[in-house]
Protein backbone atom coordinates (compact mmCIF):
# COMPACT_ATOMS: atom_id res chain seq x y z
CA UNK A 1 0.00 0.00 0.00
CA UNK A 2 1.21 3.45 -0.90
CA UNK A 3 1.67 6.57 1.11
CA UNK A 4 -0.87 8.27 -0.88
CA UNK A 5 -3.38 5.14 -0.47
CA UNK A 6 -2.53 5.06 3.83
CA UNK A 7 -3.84 8.78 3.58
CA UNK A 8 -6.68 8.50 1.93
CA UNK A 9 -8.00 5.28 4.06
CA UNK A 10 -6.75 6.97 7.33
CA UNK A 11 -9.15 9.74 6.12
CA UNK A 12 -11.55 8.31 5.23
CA UNK A 13 -11.79 5.90 8.60
CA UNK A 14 -11.64 9.78 10.32
CA UNK A 15 -14.40 10.79 9.08
CA UNK A 16 -16.10 7.80 9.18
CA UNK A 17 -16.16 8.25 12.53
CA UNK A 18 -16.77 11.50 13.18
CA UNK A 19 -20.18 11.24 10.70
CA UNK A 20 -21.54 8.30 13.11
CA UNK A 21 -20.63 10.05 16.37
CA UNK A 22 -22.35 12.93 14.71
CA UNK A 23 -25.73 10.88 13.64
CA UNK A 24 -25.30 9.22 17.28
CA UNK A 25 -25.14 12.83 18.99
CA UNK A 26 -28.50 12.84 21.29
CA UNK A 27 -28.34 16.79 21.36
CA UNK A 28 -29.10 17.37 17.95
CA UNK A 29 -30.61 20.82 18.13
CA UNK A 30 -28.47 23.21 16.43
CA UNK A 31 -27.74 25.07 20.07
CA UNK A 32 -26.37 22.06 21.28
CA UNK A 33 -24.32 21.78 18.66
CA UNK A 34 -23.07 24.99 18.70
CA UNK A 35 -22.57 24.85 22.69
CA UNK A 36 -20.18 21.75 21.91
CA UNK A 37 -18.45 23.68 18.89
CA UNK A 38 -18.14 26.43 21.35
CA UNK A 39 -16.84 24.31 24.05
CA UNK A 40 -13.72 22.64 22.12
CA UNK A 41 -12.82 26.29 20.27
CA UNK A 42 -12.57 27.33 24.02
CA UNK A 43 -10.64 24.66 24.75
CA UNK A 44 -8.62 24.34 21.62
CA UNK A 45 -7.72 28.96 22.08
CA UNK A 46 -6.68 28.15 25.62
CA UNK A 47 -4.22 25.31 25.36
CA UNK A 48 -2.46 27.43 21.96
CA UNK A 49 -2.66 29.99 24.24
CA UNK A 50 -0.49 28.18 26.71
CA UNK A 51 1.83 27.29 24.07
CA UNK A 52 2.24 30.41 23.11
CA UNK A 53 2.60 32.65 25.91
CA UNK A 54 4.12 30.04 28.70
CA UNK A 55 6.23 27.81 26.85
CA UNK A 56 9.67 28.46 26.75
CA UNK A 57 11.22 29.62 23.31
CA UNK A 58 14.17 26.93 23.55
CA UNK A 59 11.44 23.79 24.31
CA UNK A 60 10.95 21.11 21.66
CA UNK A 61 8.07 23.00 20.17
CA UNK A 62 9.21 26.17 20.28
CA UNK A 63 11.15 25.89 16.93
CA UNK A 64 7.24 25.70 15.01
CA UNK A 65 5.41 28.53 14.01
CA UNK A 66 1.86 29.69 15.21
CA UNK A 67 0.39 27.96 12.26
CA UNK A 68 2.18 24.64 13.10
CA UNK A 69 1.45 24.58 16.86
CA UNK A 70 -2.13 25.47 15.90
CA UNK A 71 -2.25 22.50 13.52
CA UNK A 72 -0.27 20.13 16.17
CA UNK A 73 -2.73 21.01 18.47
CA UNK A 74 -5.26 20.13 16.35
CA UNK A 75 -4.00 16.63 15.33
CA UNK A 76 -4.15 15.57 19.25
CA UNK A 77 -7.48 17.62 20.07
CA UNK A 78 -9.43 15.32 17.22
CA UNK A 79 -8.51 12.10 19.13
CA UNK A 80 -9.65 13.87 22.23
CA UNK A 81 -12.52 14.49 21.09
CA UNK A 82 -13.33 11.24 20.25
CA UNK A 83 -12.31 9.61 22.78
CA UNK A 84 -15.05 11.82 24.66
CA UNK A 85 -17.78 11.42 22.24
CA UNK A 86 -16.81 7.44 22.52
CA UNK A 87 -17.06 6.94 26.17
CA UNK A 88 -20.35 9.40 26.97
CA UNK A 89 -22.41 7.69 23.50
CA UNK A 90 -21.15 4.21 23.91
CA UNK A 91 -19.57 3.52 27.23
CA UNK A 92 -21.58 5.45 29.68
CA UNK A 93 -25.10 3.84 28.27
CA UNK A 94 -23.50 0.46 28.18
CA UNK A 95 -22.38 1.27 32.24
CA UNK A 96 -26.17 2.13 33.12
CA UNK A 97 -26.94 -1.04 32.80
CA UNK A 98 -26.29 -3.77 35.17
CA UNK A 99 -25.54 -6.71 33.20
CA UNK A 100 -23.12 -4.66 30.59
CA UNK A 101 -20.73 -3.06 32.91
CA UNK A 102 -18.03 -6.27 32.06
CA UNK A 103 -18.50 -5.32 28.41
CA UNK A 104 -18.65 -1.56 28.40
CA UNK A 105 -14.99 -2.26 30.56
CA UNK A 106 -13.90 -3.92 27.68
CA UNK A 107 -15.24 -1.79 24.97
CA UNK A 108 -13.65 1.13 26.24
CA UNK A 109 -10.27 -0.07 26.46
CA UNK A 110 -10.35 -1.35 22.93
CA UNK A 111 -11.97 1.43 22.35
CA UNK A 112 -9.40 3.90 23.50
CA UNK A 113 -6.73 1.50 21.99
CA UNK A 114 -7.95 1.91 18.77
CA UNK A 115 -8.29 5.42 19.01
CA UNK A 116 -4.27 5.78 19.90
CA UNK A 117 -3.54 3.72 17.09
CA UNK A 118 -5.70 6.39 14.52
CA UNK A 119 -4.12 9.38 16.09
CA UNK A 120 -0.61 7.83 15.65
CA UNK A 121 -1.26 7.00 12.27
CA UNK A 122 -2.79 10.01 11.74
CA UNK A 123 0.56 12.26 13.24
CA UNK A 124 2.89 9.74 11.08
CA UNK A 125 0.68 9.52 7.39
CA UNK A 126 -0.68 13.29 8.14
CA UNK A 127 1.00 15.53 10.32
CA UNK A 128 4.21 14.74 10.28
CA UNK A 129 4.51 15.00 6.34
CA UNK A 130 2.37 18.42 6.68
CA UNK A 131 5.13 19.76 9.12
CA UNK A 132 8.26 18.53 6.55
CA UNK A 133 9.53 15.53 8.71
CA UNK A 134 9.91 12.56 5.70
CA UNK A 135 11.28 9.86 6.71
CA UNK A 136 12.35 7.72 4.82
CA UNK A 137 11.32 4.47 6.58
CA UNK A 138 7.84 5.49 7.61
CA UNK A 139 6.29 3.08 10.84
CA UNK A 140 3.57 0.69 8.72
CA UNK A 141 0.13 0.35 10.23
CA UNK A 142 1.24 -3.17 12.54
CA UNK A 143 4.36 -1.54 13.81
CA UNK A 144 2.00 1.23 14.89
CA UNK A 145 -0.92 -1.02 16.24
CA UNK A 146 1.46 -3.25 18.10
CA UNK A 147 4.27 -0.52 19.34
CA UNK A 148 2.42 -0.81 22.95
CA UNK A 149 5.34 1.31 24.85
CA UNK A 150 4.60 4.57 22.71
CA UNK A 151 0.92 4.63 22.43
CA UNK A 152 0.86 4.33 26.22
CA UNK A 153 3.45 6.21 27.15
CA UNK A 154 3.28 9.24 24.16
CA UNK A 155 -0.47 8.97 23.17
CA UNK A 156 -2.52 7.75 26.26
CA UNK A 157 -2.05 9.94 28.88
CA UNK A 158 -2.37 13.26 26.65
CA UNK A 159 -6.24 11.64 25.39
CA UNK A 160 -6.84 10.89 28.81
CA UNK A 161 -5.70 14.18 30.47
CA UNK A 162 -7.09 16.07 27.69
CA UNK A 163 -10.70 14.42 28.28
CA UNK A 164 -11.39 15.54 31.96
CA UNK A 165 -12.37 19.27 31.33
CA UNK A 166 -15.07 17.84 28.82
CA UNK A 167 -16.26 15.05 31.46
CA UNK A 168 -16.36 17.68 33.91
CA UNK A 169 -18.57 19.83 31.71
CA UNK A 170 -20.58 17.07 31.17
CA UNK A 171 -21.38 15.80 34.52
CA UNK A 172 -21.73 19.56 35.67
CA UNK A 173 -24.38 19.60 32.88
CA UNK A 174 -26.12 15.92 32.74
CA UNK A 175 -26.88 16.69 36.75
CA UNK A 176 -28.51 20.14 35.70
CA UNK A 177 -30.30 18.56 32.38
CA UNK A 178 -31.60 15.43 35.59
CA UNK A 179 -32.67 18.44 37.58
CA UNK A 180 -34.74 20.64 35.05
CA UNK A 181 -36.14 16.92 33.87
CA UNK A 182 -37.12 16.27 37.20
CA UNK A 183 -38.45 19.87 38.36
CA UNK A 184 -40.64 19.97 34.41
CA UNK A 185 -41.89 16.00 35.38
CA UNK A 186 -43.05 17.45 39.06
CA UNK A 187 -44.77 20.63 37.42
CA UNK A 188 -46.60 18.35 34.47
CA UNK A 189 -47.39 16.05 37.31
CA UNK A 190 -49.22 18.92 39.67
CA UNK A 191 -51.06 20.23 36.42
CA UNK A 192 -52.59 16.86 35.68
CA UNK A 193 -53.74 16.26 39.07
CA UNK A 194 -55.28 20.01 39.22
CA UNK A 195 -56.80 19.56 35.92
CA UNK A 196 -57.99 16.22 37.38
CA UNK A 197 -59.48 17.85 40.67
CA UNK A 198 -61.02 20.79 39.00
CA UNK A 199 -62.36 17.91 36.39
CA UNK A 200 -64.17 16.35 39.90
CA UNK A 201 -65.21 19.58 41.19
CA UNK A 202 -66.81 21.40 38.43
CA UNK A 203 -69.45 18.67 37.78
CA UNK A 204 -70.05 17.81 41.13
CA UNK A 205 -71.31 21.43 41.80
CA UNK A 206 -73.21 21.54 38.72
CA UNK A 207 -75.09 18.82 39.41
CA UNK A 208 -75.79 19.93 42.56
CA UNK A 209 -76.73 23.31 41.52
CA UNK A 210 -79.30 22.05 38.41
CA UNK A 211 -80.81 19.61 41.23
CA UNK A 212 -81.83 23.22 42.67
CA UNK A 213 -83.11 24.59 39.67
CA UNK A 214 -85.19 21.73 39.18
CA UNK A 215 -86.67 21.70 42.23
CA UNK A 216 -87.67 25.50 41.20
CA UNK A 217 -89.31 24.77 37.88
CA UNK A 218 -91.11 21.80 39.27
CA UNK A 219 -92.47 24.44 41.67
CA UNK A 220 -93.46 26.68 38.80
CA UNK A 221 -91.63 29.37 40.91
CA UNK A 222 -90.69 32.36 39.68
CA UNK A 223 -87.42 32.31 41.11
CA UNK A 224 -86.36 29.70 38.50
CA UNK A 225 -85.40 32.23 36.33
CA UNK A 226 -83.02 33.98 38.58
CA UNK A 227 -81.81 31.23 39.59
CA UNK A 228 -80.70 30.75 36.18
CA UNK A 229 -78.98 34.10 35.76
CA UNK A 230 -77.28 32.99 38.52
CA UNK A 231 -75.98 29.93 37.28
CA UNK A 232 -75.55 31.44 33.85
CA UNK A 233 -72.36 33.71 35.19
CA UNK A 234 -71.06 30.81 37.67
CA UNK A 235 -70.87 28.43 34.57
CA UNK A 236 -69.34 31.03 32.73
CA UNK A 237 -66.72 31.29 35.19
CA UNK A 238 -65.58 28.48 35.63
CA UNK A 239 -65.69 27.23 32.39
CA UNK A 240 -63.98 30.04 31.00
CA UNK A 241 -62.26 32.67 33.20
CA UNK A 242 -60.64 30.33 36.18
CA UNK A 243 -58.48 28.67 34.21
CA UNK A 244 -55.22 29.94 35.43
CA UNK A 245 -53.35 28.56 38.28
CA UNK A 246 -54.18 31.75 40.41
CA UNK A 247 -57.21 34.51 39.99
CA UNK A 248 -58.37 37.96 41.67
CA UNK A 249 -59.68 36.90 45.31
CA UNK A 250 -62.15 39.65 43.63
CA UNK A 251 -63.43 37.38 41.18
CA UNK A 252 -64.03 34.25 43.53
CA UNK A 253 -65.59 36.93 45.94
CA UNK A 254 -68.47 37.64 43.18
CA UNK A 255 -68.58 33.95 42.42
CA UNK A 256 -69.26 33.10 46.25
CA UNK A 257 -72.09 35.99 46.53
CA UNK A 258 -73.47 34.71 43.25
CA UNK A 259 -73.52 30.71 44.49
CA UNK A 260 -74.87 31.92 48.02
CA UNK A 261 -77.60 34.01 45.95
CA UNK A 262 -78.44 31.15 44.45
CA UNK A 263 -79.04 28.58 47.38
CA UNK A 264 -80.97 31.62 48.71
CA UNK A 265 -83.29 31.56 46.43
CA UNK A 266 -83.94 27.78 46.55
CA UNK A 267 -84.09 27.33 50.83
CA UNK A 268 -85.73 30.60 51.11
CA UNK A 269 -87.13 31.10 55.10
CA UNK A 270 -85.24 27.59 55.84
CA UNK A 271 -81.88 29.45 55.49
CA UNK A 272 -80.71 31.43 58.43
CA UNK A 273 -76.66 32.79 57.06
CA UNK A 274 -74.84 35.22 58.44
CA UNK A 275 -71.73 36.54 55.97
CA UNK A 276 -68.38 38.59 56.71
CA UNK A 277 -65.87 39.49 53.92
CA UNK A 278 -63.10 41.56 54.61
CA UNK A 279 -60.64 41.28 51.59
CA UNK A 280 -58.43 42.99 49.79
CA UNK A 281 -58.81 43.09 45.88
CA UNK A 282 -54.79 42.92 45.05
CA UNK A 283 -54.30 39.21 46.09
CA UNK A 284 -54.46 36.14 44.19
CA UNK A 285 -55.73 32.82 45.09
CA UNK A 286 -56.37 29.35 43.50
CA UNK A 287 -59.74 29.63 41.43
CA UNK A 288 -62.83 27.31 43.26
CA UNK A 289 -61.49 26.03 46.23
CA UNK A 290 -63.15 28.92 48.55
CA UNK A 291 -66.18 27.48 46.26
CA UNK A 292 -65.90 24.26 47.89
CA UNK A 293 -65.76 24.77 50.79
CA UNK A 294 -69.10 27.06 51.27
CA UNK A 295 -70.61 24.54 48.57
CA UNK A 296 -69.95 21.76 51.40
CA UNK A 297 -71.86 23.80 53.87
CA UNK A 298 -74.88 23.96 51.98
CA UNK A 299 -74.52 20.08 50.96
CA UNK A 300 -74.43 18.83 54.32
CA UNK A 301 -75.42 21.94 56.66
CA UNK A 302 -79.02 22.70 54.44
CA UNK A 303 -79.48 19.82 51.86
CA UNK A 304 -79.15 16.86 54.11
CA UNK A 305 -81.28 18.12 57.55
CA UNK A 306 -84.44 19.19 58.35
CA UNK A 307 -85.68 22.68 59.81
CA UNK A 308 -83.83 25.65 60.05
CA UNK A 309 -80.61 25.30 58.49
CA UNK A 310 -77.67 28.09 60.48
CA UNK A 311 -74.49 28.94 58.45
CA UNK A 312 -71.56 31.04 59.30
CA UNK A 313 -69.12 32.38 56.83
CA UNK A 314 -66.38 34.87 57.64
CA UNK A 315 -63.87 35.69 55.34
CA UNK A 316 -60.63 37.98 56.17
CA UNK A 317 -57.52 38.38 53.57
CA UNK A 318 -55.55 41.05 54.60
CA UNK A 319 -51.74 41.29 54.97
CA UNK A 320 -50.96 38.03 52.80
CA UNK A 321 -52.54 35.96 54.78
CA UNK A 322 -56.35 34.51 54.18
CA UNK A 323 -58.57 33.30 57.21
CA UNK A 324 -61.83 31.42 56.00
CA UNK A 325 -64.14 30.53 59.44
CA UNK A 326 -67.58 28.46 57.76
CA UNK A 327 -69.68 27.08 60.91
CA UNK A 328 -72.64 25.02 59.74
CA UNK A 329 -75.23 22.41 61.77
CA UNK A 330 -75.21 19.04 60.40
CA UNK A 331 -77.44 15.96 61.30
CA UNK A 332 -74.84 13.67 63.71
CA UNK A 333 -76.70 11.02 62.36
CA UNK A 334 -75.05 11.50 58.84
CA UNK A 335 -71.45 9.63 58.73
CA UNK A 336 -69.41 11.73 57.04
CA UNK A 337 -70.28 15.68 57.03
CA UNK A 338 -66.69 16.33 55.18
CA UNK A 339 -68.02 14.78 51.58
CA UNK A 340 -65.81 15.00 48.37
CA UNK A 341 -65.82 18.47 48.04
CA UNK A 342 -63.59 19.06 50.97
CA UNK A 343 -61.10 16.22 50.56
CA UNK A 344 -60.88 17.91 47.16
CA UNK A 345 -60.10 21.32 48.98
CA UNK A 346 -57.18 19.60 50.87
CA UNK A 347 -55.81 17.69 47.65
CA UNK A 348 -55.35 20.82 45.67
CA UNK A 349 -53.67 22.90 48.68
CA UNK A 350 -51.15 20.30 49.24
CA UNK A 351 -50.25 20.86 45.66
CA UNK A 352 -50.66 24.35 45.20
CA UNK A 353 -49.75 25.46 48.82
CA UNK A 354 -47.18 23.24 50.46
CA UNK A 355 -46.12 24.18 53.89
CA UNK A 356 -48.27 27.73 53.30
CA UNK A 357 -51.66 26.84 54.68
CA UNK A 358 -53.29 24.75 57.67
CA UNK A 359 -56.98 23.79 57.93
CA UNK A 360 -58.84 22.28 60.72
CA UNK A 361 -62.25 20.80 60.85
CA UNK A 362 -63.88 20.15 64.11
CA UNK A 363 -67.39 19.07 65.52
CA UNK A 364 -69.24 20.35 68.48
CA UNK A 365 -72.48 18.70 69.17
CA UNK A 366 -74.31 19.33 65.93
CA UNK A 367 -71.98 22.27 64.68
CA UNK A 368 -69.85 21.51 61.93
CA UNK A 369 -66.46 24.11 62.00
CA UNK A 370 -64.17 24.57 58.92
CA UNK A 371 -60.90 27.03 59.68
CA UNK A 372 -58.81 27.66 56.97
CA UNK A 373 -55.47 29.76 56.44
CA UNK A 374 -53.72 30.20 53.65
CA UNK A 375 -50.35 32.20 53.04
CA UNK A 376 -51.67 34.35 49.78
CA UNK A 377 -49.38 36.13 47.01
Known amino acids: MSRNEKRTLLFHIFTSMLSRLNDKISLNEKSSLKLHFIFWSVI ?128 LVDRYQIQQKHMQAEKDKRAAELYVLKSQLNPHFLFNTLNNIYSLTIQHSHLASKSIEKLSYILDYTLYRCNDDFVSLEKEYELLNNYIQLEKIRYNDRLEIQTDFYYDCSYKIAPLLLLAVVENMFKHGVEKTTGIAILQIKLNATNKNLLLETKNTFDQSESDAQGIGLNNVQQQLQLLYPGRHHMTIEKMNNIFILKLQMQLQ
Open 44 to 171: FIFNLSTHLFIEKPDSVSGAYTIGQKALILLFHLSAVIVTCYFIVLRVLPLLSRKNQIGRAVLEMVIGIYLICILSRSSIVYGLEPMLGRNFVEQETLFEIAFDIDILIQHYLPGIITGSVPFFLAYL
